[in-house]
């Protein structure tokens, strides 16, 4: 199955929203604080990512 530009956006948001609630949930579970700010930083950058991705959904839906 072939997935058009809309259906990959909406599938990387998803992605993108998984990886910054488990990164959020592995920042309260490890118990080196390094690496629990480290985790933090990334639900950032997926956060982010997520955000920029819902910003080009709604372009794209907007347009069309």
């Not at 058009?4 to 920042?27: C, G, H, P, W």
């Not at 990334?42 to 069309?64: P, T, V």
Request: no cysteine; hydrophobic share 35%.
């Amino acid at each position: 199955m072939e997935l058009n530009t809309k259906e990959i956006l909406k599938k990387k948001i998803l992605d993108a929203q998984e990886m910054v609630r488990d990164y959020e949930t592995y920042s309260k579970k490890v118990e080196d604080a390094e690496v629990a700010d480290l985790f933090k930083d990334f639900a950032l950058e997926s956060g982010y990512q997520a955000r920029k991705l819902q910003d080009m959904l709604k372009k794209l839906e907007k347009n069309r």
